[in-house]
């Protein structure tokens, strides 16, 4: 997929008016984002994610009140945020504060002043890096469905009931309560697959397994 037709939103942390309507700017010149939110601060900022949360931050080091390492901080430590690519933004910053971020978790550092150019292949660097990651996500979610789920049927397979019986068996130990399982046979199901062969028999287990789902919904 071209990341360019991807529209995202971003928001951009910096207390220099100037230097933050720079960056909006080249953002928008790039066209990668539909929405960019900005702050003065981490604490403006923080706030900002609230309203929307950004799927990448720009974040100067140097702020008032809440500094760049302090609110990369209270994103990393919040676990419905904790994954947004934060690109800290450091100018006059110490070389030790530059590090510091690295190790706190921002996912670049970027000298300033900055040459465009550099600053949007960093901004597509990291947009596709996460994409990449839901992709991976998406997918072993899926394979986790796969390995769980009876490819004929589409119902849950042995390998789900064992884990799940097992969780049931822990609760109902811990709490107490009812704990029942229910097993079903299909009548005469040998005598169906040998008169009207296995692709008849594989109908009839379809048909039951999605007459038992609806009725269990």
Known sequence: MNQQAVKTRVLVLDDNRSTRRKIVSDLERSGLFQQILEADDGLDGFQKISAGIPDLILCDVE????????????VRS????????????????????RIKGFSEGANDVIQTPYDPDELIARV???????????????RNKELEQLSNRDPLTGVFNRRHLTMSLNTEIIRHTRSGGALS??????????KINDTYGHHAGDLVLQQVATRLTEELL
Do not use: C, T, W
């Open 63 to 74: 702020m008032p009140r809440v500094d760049g390492l302090k609110f990369l901080y209270m």
């Open 78 to 97: 919040n676990e419905e945020i904790k994954d947004i690519p934060i690109l800290m933004l450091a100018g006059g910053a110490k070389r030790s504060l």
């Open 124 to 138: 597509k660097l990291h947009l596709k890096i996460k994409q990449n990651e839901r992709d991976l996500k998406k």
């Open 181 to 190: 399982l229910l097993m079903l046979d299909i009548d005469h199901f040998k």
